[in-house]
């Protein structure tokens, strides 16, 4: 792109750019990576403009650049709010990880959030498998009769949502007694 022929064009394109991201800035507390699709997916949507991908990728490189500077994004938080409330939900760390890499965060910001979690919580895992078990009704929660019914039903959702073999075992052989004892401690 040659600037001085498309200065207008370019400044137009940038301002525009800045203007969408503002926008979303204000509904959400997206990621850098989430932020840079949305601008690209935006921009071949609305723009009609004759620039190339690599120019557009460029302008919006330099608007997240400048939005970092700002500190109107940032990875390192993103990561840990998002790890918070995925703990609190129930996820495992590795569902945690997953979701996390899923969204575009870098690893080091998400090995740093499991880290703090790790450092701040006692037996995350097994604490989240127990709000899971709530939250679905397995385990300790189905009546006596009905578990060894649906034992391997019930391994096959812990699984799913990241928890070990071992983990697994362990929360679904608790009693109800002992259950509702954890269940009220958390």
Request: hydrophobic share 35%.
């Amino acid at each position: 792109m040659n600037p001085i022929i498309n200065k207008k064009d370019f400044e137009e394109l940038s301002t525009n750019l800045k203007d969408l991201a503002y926008s979303y800035l204000e509904k959400y507390n997206p990621s850098k990576q989430q932020l840079k699709v949305y601008l690209l997916k935006k921009y071949l949507t609305k723009f009609n403009s004759s620039n190339s991908k690599k120019e557009v990728s460029k302008i919006i490189d330099e608007i997240l650049n400048s939005l970092e500077k700002n500190k109107l994004i940032n990875d390192s938080l993103y990561s840990d709010s998002k790890a918070r409330m995925y703990l609190r939900r129930g996820y495992s760390l590795n569902k945690i990880h997953q979701s996390l890499k899923m969204k575009g965060v870098d690893q080091v910001h998400i090995k740093d959030s499991i880290e703090k979690i790790k450092k701040k919580q006692i037996e995350p895992d097994f604490v989240s498998a127990l709000k899971l078990c709530k939250r679905r009704r397995i385990g300790a929660i189905r009546p006596e009769a009905n578990r060894e019914l649906f034992y391997k039903k019930d391994m096959g959702i812990l699984a799913r949502a990241g928890f070990s073999f071992e983990m697994s075992k362990r929360v679904l052989s608790l009693d109800s007694e002992e259950f509702k004892k954890l269940i009220k401690i958390i």
